[in-house]
């Protein structure tokens, strides 16, 4: 698409934003010189599954367990 003013981009928002959905990117100029660009947002990623990695991820028994050495090591106590 050839630039455009930024008084037809007011005017024709709706227009441009329309073109970027189908993937036109657009240069907004002002007084010929380009500013500005409406560009298409990027795919959204999928959607998220709860529970698809239930069984494939494996927590250690001691996992939550703080012990003195660990504190020495964290704040030098």
Known sequence: ?????????KTH??????RAEAGEETVITRH????AKVVPMPA???VRTPGVLAGRIR???DFD?????????WYGA
Do not use: H, K, N, W
């Open 13 to 18: 928002l709706s227009r441009i934003v329309t």
């Open 65 to 73: 367990a703080f012990t003195d050495e660990d504190a020495r090591d």
């Open 44 to 46: 959204r990623p999928s």
């Open 32 to 35: 010929g010189r380009p500013v």
């Open 59 to 61: 927590v250690a028994d």
């Open 1 to 9: 698409m050839e630039p455009v003013s930024i008084y037809d981009a």
